[in-house]
């Protein structure tokens, strides 16, 4: 079982509505990550957190917003989306050092209509 | 920015043959990870190997830093191993590799 655990494991939105995606993990990591993951290809880096503040935003547009509430949360909030933002969403966290290993969660499968 | 390439792109393998997946990377690391993501889309962590070589079961990763490539080793491979692999290596973020899909047969 994976200890990054994302909320909700599926999702179908329409391009009008809002949604949030969840990640919460309890290892005691400071470094939380977005990754966005399209079929057949590998995952992509949106954001990154480090110690509760955004310390990287891939050039990511604005209708994704990410939030960190505290150090064991990450959200994503989604509004306005694209058919073509249909992907695998991964959460990861890490102990916040540099070169420290990543741990993900199991994803949330997003289908925008 | 740094890239990292993976190869073969596609591999086949009977059920107890053994295989060697490559990752090739332009540019000095951290750290290097070797996942395997299965058909569900889960990443499972196999190694975390900036240098030298580790074990587990049936699997085993060797890293040449200094060469920047590293392998990883699947022996008498199982259907359960059948998925993608990606390696990815960190700088100031993880960047992961093209990866290799395997599937294992009966």
């Known amino acids: 079982d994976t200890e990054v655990t994302q909320t909700p494991k599926h999702l179908v939105m329409g391009m009008t509505n809002k949604k949030s995606l969840k990640c919460e993990q309890h290892m005691g990591h400071r470094a939380m990550y977005w990754y966005k993951q399209k079929a057949k290809k590998p995952p992509e880096l949106m954001f990154v957190y480090s110690y509760e503040k955004l310390s990287i935003n891939e050039s990511v547009p604005s209708r994704f917003s990410p939030e960190c509430p505290n150090s064991s949360l990450l959200n994503l909030h989604l509004h306005a989306l694209q058919p073509e933002d249909s992907a695998l969403y991964l959460c990861?966290?890490?102990?916040?050092?540099?070169?420290?290993?990543?741990?993900f969660g199991n994803g949330t499968r997003l289908t925008v209509t | 920015g740094i890239q990292v390439e993976q190869s073969p792109p596609d591999l086949i393998l009977q059920e107890g043959a053994n295989s060697t997946l490559r990752c090739n990377f332009s540019d000095s690391v951290n750290n290097l990870q070797w996942f395997h993501q299965n058909p569900w889309g889960q990443l499972i962590n196999l190694f975390y190997?900036?240098?030298g070589t580790k074990q587990n079961g049936r699997l085993s990763a060797t890293t040449v830093a200094t060469e920047r490539y590293s392998l990883l080793y699947i022996s008498s491979s199982q259907t359960t191993d059948s998925g993608v692999y990606f390696c990815?290596?960190?700088?100031?973020?993880?960047?992961f590799g093209t990866g290799t899909r395997l599937q294992v047969f009966p």
């Open positions: 190997i900036p240098s």
């Open positions: 990815a290596v960190s700088t100031d973020k993880l960047i």
């Open positions: 990861a966290s890490s102990p916040g050092t540099p070169g420290a290993p990543l741990h």
